[in-house]
């Protein structure tokens, strides 16, 4: 894990004047565009500091793995995907074998994920259009991927992203939240919102970015009440207080591995 020492010395983040926390002229609707740009960009570089290991965190060894494993993930958590995925791809590894497989039995081991009737409907379509289609091989045009049953925009973008290299934005429902939590769009439609943050920041930084985020919003940026004073990014949130801003307070309230380094952070943050 970063030093986070080292980090706070070694990268341009908040404003040489600071501001009170939450007292961004965004929060006034007095951004410029300008202003907009330059703040996302330094939200990025702060939380590639904070979260120096994000990462995709849905387990896969392959794009076949990691297309199934995203589709799985449709309103569960990845924990629970995780939890099925060692059987389902020792059973089938290919998309020949999901295309003849049983629907009861990718059934009996996807329940736990919800929805696993459509779901396992889609993996079997899925495994189908494959093979008919493009030889076998996941196909990494988002153009293609998108007329995969059960595969949208942001589940194209997840392989993309970490499957082939190809920058995307994975615009799930923590992204959605804490763009509009951090005012950075105010578009609400996921294509647009897409768009709207695709503009900000640079492209070759949109995958992670996306982790960056995700990773922000389940560790720190709650949905309920976020960890505001234990936030990095109190000086660039225009929503700071949200939650408690109470130091001891929201530290109660940061999880994940990562805990200990975000709050050495936000408290070598507030000394600089």
């Known amino acids: 894990m970063t030093d986070p020492t080292a980090s706070a010395s070694s990268i341009s983040r908040t404003p040489q004047r600071r501001r009170r926390p939450g007292s961004h002229p965004a929060a006034k609707g007095r951004e410029t565009e300008i202003g907009r740009k330059k703040r996302a960009r330094r939200i990025n570089r702060t939380l590639a500091a904070v979260f120096p290991d994000a990462h995709a965190e849905l387990d896969f060894t392959n794009p076949l793995e990691l297309l199934v494993a995203t589709v799985l993930s449709a309103q569960t958590t990845d924990v629970r995907v995780n939890q099925v995925t060692p059987e389902l791809f020792a059973r ?22 919800g929805f696993y ?14 093979v008919a289609d493009y030889g076998g091989a996941v196909p990494t045009a988002l153009e293609d991927l998108v007329t995969l049953p059960g595969v949208g925009r942001k589940t194209a973008h997840v392989v ?16 959605q939240r804490l763009v509009h939590r951090l005012m950075l769009t105010e578009e609400r439609d996921p294509v647009a919102i897409e768009h709207a943050i695709g503009a900000l920041v640079e492209k070759k930084e949109w995958t992670m970015f996306s ?17 505001c004073g234990a936030c990095p990014l109190a000086f660039d949130c225009p929503s700071f207080g949200a939650g408690p801003t109470d130091p001891v307070e929201a530290a109660a309230r940061v999880t994940g591995p990562e805990r200990e380094h975000i709050l050495a952070f936000a408290e070598t943050e507030k000394k600089q």
Do not use: M
């Open 160 to 175: 993309r992203g970490n499957a082939f290299g190809k920058p995307g934005l994975t615009v799930d429902t923590h992204f």
């Open 117 to 130: 009737r459509a779901k396992a409907a889609n993996l079997i379509g899925l495994g189908q259009k494959l």
């Open 211 to 227: 982790h960056r985020i995700i990773f922000h919003g389940r560790r720190i940026c709650h949905a309920r009440t976020p960890a």
């Open 92 to 113: 089938y590894s290919t998309p020949a074998a999901y295309s003849s497989a049983s629907q009861t039995d990718i059934e009996e081991i996807i329940r736990p994920t």
